[in-house]
């Protein structure tokens, strides 16, 4: 399963807002691209798909695909905020290669 943060839930709510989205749910998918072939994608989404899991946390949805969830199981998705950094952090157990980034993985 994939785990959300309070931190990743409460920037998630704080963007739906900012960007007058009636909800916040979010969509989180693996897609080719990126310096090591694979990367992590997140937009907003107002409903469900079939065979999607879903995931909430603090009224946060997320919703992952089954060829995502391949790629995402035991994920945990952050929100991290420091003077040289913000934005969110996957921590994926089955990425076996990473670039500097963070955004870009291979398993």
């Not at 080719?32 to 694979?38: A, D, K, P, T």
């Not at 992590?40 to 079939?50: I, S, W």
Request: charged share 25%.
């Amino acid at each position: 399963m994939i785990e959300l943060t309070d931190s990743a839930a409460r920037k998630i709510r704080e963007m739906a807002v900012q960007h007058q989205v009636d909800n916040a749910s979010v969509r989180v998918m693996v897609v080719g691209g990126g310096c090591s072939g694979l990367t992590y994608d997140m937009d907003f989404e107002h409903e469900e798909r079939e065979g999607d899991v879903i995931v909430e946390r603090d009224g946060v949805k997320v919703y992952v695909d089954p060829m995502s969830l391949a790629y995402l199981e035991g994920t945990r998705i952050d929100f991290v905020e420091t003077f040289s950094y913000a934005g969110f952090q996957f921590e994926n157990p089955n990425a076996q290669k990473g670039c500097g980034c963070g955004k870009s993985f291979t398993v």
